[in-house]
Every structure is written in structure tokens, then in C-alpha cells.
């Protein structure tokens, strides 16, 4: 079985665990057992994972040394709202390739319906204005949520797609269909870039304050490759366009392109899927901050100060014979984008 470390790293630095007691409410991080009132250097009743384990687990040391946040709930709020701008626009832009796929591939149109729209149009425009209301720079405010630049960059990337989608619902009236719609496809692409590169730098600020979001490294989403997977599909439409314009209107050829694009329209909405959970856990994690160490303990059971004092001291100059941190149980899997 695993040996039961007798010193755990906090925020303040090296705590020793013998002779407190958990006072504050913990699941075991194996099987779930409330750990409050066991002691801090035993084992869990339940499953007999070591308790500091289960410490290391639930503390948070590197969120707790940033700078305190001020309104950290309408912030991850604001987060949250940017995350939904962005996948709207992305899934409006596949649902709208999906439907058009056979004229995109040089079949006969099947109309355009301008009124879904100029509502999905809308509520970007409201969701972006709301999450850059809330994490927009505030005078006399000292955290830093991402410099100033990339809060304006995704309020520009929001603005820029809601027009283009705007823009198709109005139709193209000097465009045949074809051209249209693949022009509809390709519009809100490059405001959607520009929103995400935005986006980026605040994600990555306020991801420093989420365990779950810097350790994940199956379902956190790498935003570069939104990046690149999007200019991909702008490179098919833009191909696609170019096939029909010089090339045979009833060519097959035309479904190279489109396939392409598609796959790669697809890639791009899971992806901002995936993001709109890491904006999710962050949020979760900005509006219920990880306890500090010292809160979850008792003092040691100590009948004299100085004994107190001298148990410590004899404990911290001593190697443990197996060190907890708090990335320990739960390390970083990747760095930083």
C-alpha cells in the first residue's frame, strides 16, 4: 500500500499533517468517503487511500499565489458568454454548409432562407457584447484577465462575423446562387479567426485559475488549431469557387473541395464544443475557489506551545519518505499554449 507522507505543500509552503485532523468537508479522491474529522497523516476509512492524497487533490497552491480577482463570478460568467458567442457563430456556419452541401457540389439550388439569420446574427452580437462587458479592463482594477488588446480583438472577430451572418441573410443579390452561397460559407470565417486569437489571450489568463483546465489534456481544446482547421475550410470554399467559375458546371470535381471543407467545418464545431466546457470549468472554478490548505486543517493537538513548535520543526527538518505537492495527485499534463 501506499505510504502516507507527513508533510503536504500549500500555498504558504510545507505544512506538517501530524496531529491535525481534516475539519472542513472532503471526499475521498478514490471512492468519495467523508474524510472530515479523520486524521490528516491516516487513511480513509472506506478505501484506505492515504488522507493527504485526498488533500493534494482538493487544494489548489498555484490558483491561490495569482493576484486575488475581483468579481471572479461576473468574470467567468463573462468567459462563458464570449465561449457561446463563438461556438454560435462556428455551428450556424456547419448547419449552413450542411444544408447547401448539394449546391455547393454544383447541384441546382435550394433556395436561401434569409430569417434564421438575422436572429443567430443577434445573439451573437449579445452574447459577445455581454462577455466583453464582464472582462472588458476596468479602471482602478489591478488583475489582469489578458492585456487589452485581446479583450478589443474578440469584440472586433464577434462583430465581424454577426455582419457577415447578417450579410447572407440579406442575400447577394449580384451573385448567381452557387456563388452566394459559398460566399455565405466563407463570410463569418475570418471574423471567427479574429474572435478566437482574442479570445485566446483571456482563456489562457483566466485558465491559470483553473486545476481542471491545466491539467486536462484529453478535452481541453488548443485554440491554433481551431486556427488552422478554419483556414482550411475558406481554403476549400475559396477552391470550390474557382472550379465553378472556370471549370465545367457539371463537374464532379466540386466534391473534392467540398468534403474537405466539411470535414474541416465539422473539426472546428466539435472543437469549439470543447472549448465552451473548458470555458464551463473555469467558470466553475473562479465562482467556488479551492480552499487553502490551512483552512481544511485543525490546529495540532498540542497540550503546550512549545511542544507545538518543536513538532513542527522536528517534522519539516526531516526528509518525508514520500512528498505530497498539490499538483501531485492531479500534475499538469501540458503547458501553457
Given at each position: 500500500?501506499?505510504?502516507?507522507?507527513?508533510?503536504?505543500?500549500?500555498?504558504?509552503?510545507?505544512?506538517?499533517?501530524?496531529?491535525?485532523?481534516?475539519?472542513?468537508?472532503?471526499?475521498?479522491?478514490?471512492?468519495?468517503?467523508?474524510?472530515?474529522?479523520?486524521?490528516?497523516d491516516g487513511r480513509c476509512?472506506?478505501?484506505?487511500?492515504?488522507?493527504?492524497?485526498?488533500?493534494?487533490?482538493?487544494?489548489?497552491?498555484?490558483?491561490?499565489?495569482?493576484?486575488?480577482?475581483?468579481?471572479?463570478?461576473?468574470?467567468?460568467?463573462?468567459?462563458?458568454?464570449?465561449?457561446?458567442?463563438?461556438?454560435?457563430?462556428?455551428?450556424?456556419?456547419?448547419?449552413?454548409?450542411?444544408?447547401?452541401?448539394?449546391?455547393?457540389?454544383?447541384?441546382?439550388?435550394?433556395?436561401?432562407?434569409?430569417?434564421?439569420?438575422?436572429?443567430?446574427?443577434?445573439?451573437?452580437?449579445?452574447?459577445?457584447?455581454?462577455?466583453?462587458?464582464?472582462?472588458?479592463?476596468?479602471?482602478?482594477?489591478?488583475?489582469?484577465?489578458?492585456?487589452?488588446?485581446?479583450?478589443?480583438?474578440?469584440?472586433?472577430?464577434?462583430?465581424?462575423?454577426?455582419?457577415?451572418?447578417?450579410?447572407?441573410?440579406?442575400?447577394?443579390?449580384?451573385?448567381?446562387?452557387?456563388?452566394?452561397?459559398?460566399?455565405?460559407?466563407?463570410?463569418?470565417?475570418?471574423?471567427?479567426?479574429?474572435?478566437?486569437?482574442?479570445?485566446?489571450?483571456?482563456?489562457?489568463?483566466?485558465?491559470?485559475?483553473?486545476?481542471?483546465?491545466?491539467?486536462?489534456?484529453?478535452?481541453?481544446?488548443?485554440?491554433?488549431?481551431?486556427?488552422?482547421?478554419?483556414?482550411?475550410?475558406?481554403?476549400?470554399?475559396?477552391?470550390?469557387?474557382?472550379?465553378?467559375?472556370?471549370?465545367?458546371?457539371?463537374?464532379?470535381?466540386?466534391?473534392?473541395?467540398?468534403?474537405?471543407?466539411?470535414?474541416a467545418m465539422l473539426f472546428?464545431?466539435?472543437?469549439?464544443?470543447?472549448?465552451?466546457?473548458?470555458?464551463?470549468?473555469?467558470?466553475?472554478?473562479?465562482?467556488?475557489?479551492?480552499?487553502?490548505?490551512?483552512?481544511?486543517?485543525?490546529?495540532?493537538?498540542?497540550?503546550?506551545?512549545?511542544?507545538?513548535?518543536?513538532?513542527?520543526?522536528?517534522?519539516?527538518?526531516?526528509?518525508?519518505?514520500?512528498p505530497v505537492s498539490g499538483?501531485?495527485?492531479?500534475?499538469?499534463?501540458?503547458?501553457?499554449?
Open positions: 500500500m501506499s505510504k502516507i507522507p507527513t508533510t503536504l505543500a500549500g500555498v504558504d509552503g510545507p505544512m506538517s499533517l501530524i496531529g491535525r485532523q481534516v475539519k472542513q468537508s472532503l471526499d475521498c479522491l478514490a471512492c468519495g468517503y467523508e474524510l472530515e474529522g479523520s486524521a490528516a476509512p472506506e478505501c484506505g487511500l492515504p488522507v493527504p492524497f485526498s488533500l493534494a487533490g482538493s487544494i489548489d497552491p498555484e490558483a491561490h499565489r495569482l493576484p486575488p480577482l475581483e468579481n471572479a463570478v461576473l468574470v467567468g460568467r463573462g468567459l462563458l458568454l464570449g465561449a457561446c458567442a463563438l461556438t454560435v457563430v462556428a455551428s450556424s456556419v456547419f448547419v449552413l454548409s450542411i444544408r447547401e452541401s448539394f449546391t455547393l457540389a454544383g447541384r441546382p439550388t435550394a433556395g436561401w432562407p434569409s430569417w434564421p439569420w438575422w436572429p443567430l446574427a443577434a445573439a451573437v452580437v449579445g452574447l459577445g457584447l455581454l462577455g466583453w462587458w464582464s472582462i472588458r479592463p476596468q479602471k482602478g482594477r489591478q488583475d489582469s484577465l489578458g492585456s487589452c488588446w485581446s479583450i478589443t480583438t474578440f469584440l472586433v472577430g464577434i462583430l465581424l462575423s454577426a455582419g457577415a451572418m447578417a450579410t447572407a441573410g440579406g442575400g447577394f443579390q449580384w451573385a448567381s446562387g452557387q456563388v452566394a452561397t459559398i460566399l455565405a460559407a466563407v463570410l463569418p470565417l475570418p471574423g471567427l479567426a479574429i474572435g478566437l486569437v482574442g479570445f485566446r489571450g483571456v482563456l489562457l489568463e483566466l485558465g491559470r485559475r483553473s486545476r481542471q483546465f491545466r491539467s486536462s489534456a484529453v478535452r481541453r481544446q488548443r485554440i491554433p488549431s481551431l486556427l488552422v482547421a478554419i483556414g482550411i475550410v475558406a481554403a476549400a470554399w475559396v477552391a470550390l469557387l474557382i472550379l465553378l467559375e472556370v471549370g465545367e458546371r457539371d463537374s464532379t470535381y466540386g466534391v473534392i473541395p467540398v468534403a474537405i471543407g466539411l470535414t472546428v464545431v466539435v472543437g469549439h464544443w470543447y472549448l465552451l466546457v473548458n470555458a464551463w470549468w473555469i467558470r466553475g472554478d473562479l465562482c467556488r475557489p479551492p480552499q487553502k490548505l490551512g483552512a481544511l486543517l485543525s490546529e495540532v493537538a498540542s497540550s503546550s506551545p512549545d511542544s507545538l513548535i518543536a513538532a513542527n520543526l522536528a517534522d519539516l527538518g526531516k526528509q518525508p519518505s514520500e499538483h501531485s495527485v492531479l500534475e499538469d499534463q501540458s503547458s501553457p499554449e
